[in-house]
């Protein structure tokens, strides 16, 4: 395959499920390897269950909760964890109400991680796919692959 980027698309079922299950046609995330290098590219992902079921009401707390227990399972899936994510982009559907709470559970979640670094990020208002979701957060990590990784 010369030319070719390796890459795989990743999933974590015991946290939310697939996308096609529920009509969308967007893996969860995507593993790229770079030489040896690791890109974990994770889509947009919001506060839903293991059944593609919206989870938390109209609660911001609980969604955001939700979304970031499940970006945790699809990087940890991968071998990852917070310490790899080097960016996010986080989209509320409103911002003026809701970015000092947001922020606040940002950054209480990045401190019981011991990041010592947080990730560059963005976040902007957005109207989001679904009517009752207040919050999305897209990710993006890099790794070193394991030496005995093929």
Not at 60 to 87: M, P
Not at 100 to 113: H, I
């Amino acid at each position: 395959m010369t030319g070719k980027i390796a890459k795989k698309r990743i999933s974590a079922p015991g946290a939310l499920n697939e996308p096609i299950e529920y009509g969308s046609s967007f893996s969860r995330g995507m593993r790229v390897e770079l030489g040896e290098l690791s890109l974990l590219f994770i889509s947009g992902t919001a506060s839903v269950d293991e059944k593609g079921r919206m989870y938390g009401g109209r609660d911001l707390s609980a969604q955001l909760r939700r979304t970031f227990e499940n970006i945790s399972a699809l990087i940890r899936s991968e071998g990852a964890d917070w310490h790899d994510i080097v960016q996010t982009r986080c989209y509320l559907k409103n911002i003026k109400r809701d970015y000092a709470r947001f922020n606040l559970f940002r950054t209480d979640f990045y401190k019981k991680q011991k990041l010592r670094v947080s990730p560059a990020s963005v976040c902007v208002e957005a109207n989001l796919c679904r009517p009752g979701l207040l919050f999305e957060m897209e990710a993006i990590a890099l790794l070193r692959r394991p030496p005995h990784h093929k």
